[in-house]
C-alpha cells in the first residue's frame, strides 16, 4: 500500500506563509515525479507546481510563480511546499502526487485557508 501524507496546512492571513510537507511510504528517488495540486470548491484540480525525480526540472502555475518554492529529499522520501505570500485565491486542498510511467499516487490533501 503506497501512501502519501501531507502535512501543515492550516488558516493563515493573507501575506502570511505556509509549509506544506509530504512524506511518501516509498522510495521516489531517481524515479518519481512529484507534485502539488489545489482544489478549491465547486473547482477542478489545478496544477501548483511539479519537481523532477533528480530536482532539476521544476515547473510552477503561473499563478503561484516566485511566491512558492517546491523542493524535495529523496533521502528522506520527503517533498515540500514553500508558500510566502499567501492571498486568499489561494484557499483549497492541497494535494501531494507522485507519477511515475503508469504509476500515479495521491494524499489525501490537506487544507489551506487564507482569510483574515
Known amino acids: 500500500q503506497v501512501e502519501l501524507v501531507e502535512s501543515g496546512g492550516g488558516l493563515v492571513q493573507p501575506g502570511g506563509s505556509l509549509s506544506l510537507s509530504c512524506a511518501a511510504s516509498i522510495d521516489i528517488g531517481k524515479r518519481f515525479v512529484m507534485g502539488w495540486y489545489r482544489q478549491a470548491p465547486g473547482k477542478q484540480r489545478d496544477l501548483v507546481a511539479t519537481i523532477s525525480a533528480t530536482g532539476r526540472d521544476i515547473l510552477y502555475a503561473d499563478s503561484v510563480q516566485g511566491r512558492f518554492t517546491i523542493s524535495r529529499d529523496n533521502s528522506k522520501n520527503t517533498v515540500t511546499l514553500q508558500m510566502n505570500s499567501l492571498k486568499p485565491e489561494d484557499t483549497a486542498v492541497y494535494f501531494c502526487?507522485?507519477?511515475?510511467?503508469?504509476?500515479?499516487?495521491w494524499g489525501q490533501g490537506t487544507q489551506v485557508t487564507v482569510s483574515s
Open positions: 502526487n507522485a507519477r511515475w510511467l503508469a504509476l500515479d499516487y
